[in-house]
């Protein structure tokens, strides 16, 4: 479960916390988060993905997608082994805050 005491994303400083320990995002990374965190319980396509956290313009490999959740889940992991972001087979991904 995510609460305030656990984890807690800056949209201004840009900053990640976990249980009180700074994790260090990448750009990507943390603008991945936090359009999973707006769109929390809802399942988002590797294509709308793109084109909401990626210039809508880019033109580059779904997979894109797949390697910066799996780097992004990395760094996300909780010690319960809680993987927020949960894959949607054949869709995409779904962040839920609760299992």
């Known amino acids: 479960m995510i609460d305030s005491k656990t984890f807690i994303l800056d949209p201004i400083s840009r900053k990640l916390f976990i249980s009180g320990k700074y994790i260090y995002l990448r750009n990507k990374e943390f603008s991945l988060l936090e359009y999973f965190m ?13 084109e909401e956290v990626w210039d809508r313009n880019i033109l580059c490999p779904t997979n894109t997608v797949d390697v910066h959740v799996s780097s992004l889940r990395k760094k996300i992991k909780l010690p319960e082994d ?6 949607v087979p054949c869709v995409g991904y779904i962040f839920e805050k609760n299992y």
């Open 82 to 87: 809680t993987d927020f972001i949960k894959t």
């Open 38 to 50: 707006k769109n929390m319980g809802r399942v988002l396509s590797r294509t709308l993905i793109l």
